[in-house]
Nanobody, 118 residues
Framework: QAQFVESGGGLVQPGGSLRLFCAAS????????LGWYRQAPGKQREMLAT?????????VDSVKGRFTISRDNAENSVSVYLQMNTLKPEDTAVYYC??????????WGQGTQVTVSS
């Protein structure tokens, strides 16, 4: 079963940057779309960005132009990154990575907390 372990979160001031890292293992991710999600307190989890094996990306409007998703592929593991620039207080959330198509998702990792505050 695929496992996703996120890291790289922290406390950052508005306007700052963070780079999140996700280590995905336990399955073959060749041909699999992967994505980053976030869940803010009291809100539903939302998909932010997706990336195909070939590197094609899509973003939700709220992060387009500020966040960049990327991935490094291996046969049975993959690293997925989320470069976050010009962070805003409303970006405060727990960030998760997982498959980029929700019907493939079986479980979630612990996520990584991002707090944007002065």
């Amino acid at each position: 079963q695929a496992q996703f372990v996120e890291s790289g979160g922290g406390l950052v001031q508005p306007g700052g940057s963070l780079r999140l890292f996700c280590a995905a293992s336990g399955s073959s991710f060749v041909g699999r779309i992967l994505g980053w999600y976030r869940q803010a307190p009291g809100k539903q989890r939302e998909m932010l960005a997706t990336i195909t094996t070939g590197g094609s990306t899509n973003y939700v409007d709220s992060v387009k132009g500020r966040f960049t998703i990327s991935r490094d592929n291996a046969e049975n593991s993959v690293s997925v990154y989320l470069q976050m620039n010009t962070l805003k207080p409303e970006d405060t959330a727990v960030y998760y990575c997982n498959y980029g198509v929700t019907w493939r998702i079986r479980s979630w990792g612990q996520g990584t907390q991002v707090t944007v505050s002065s």
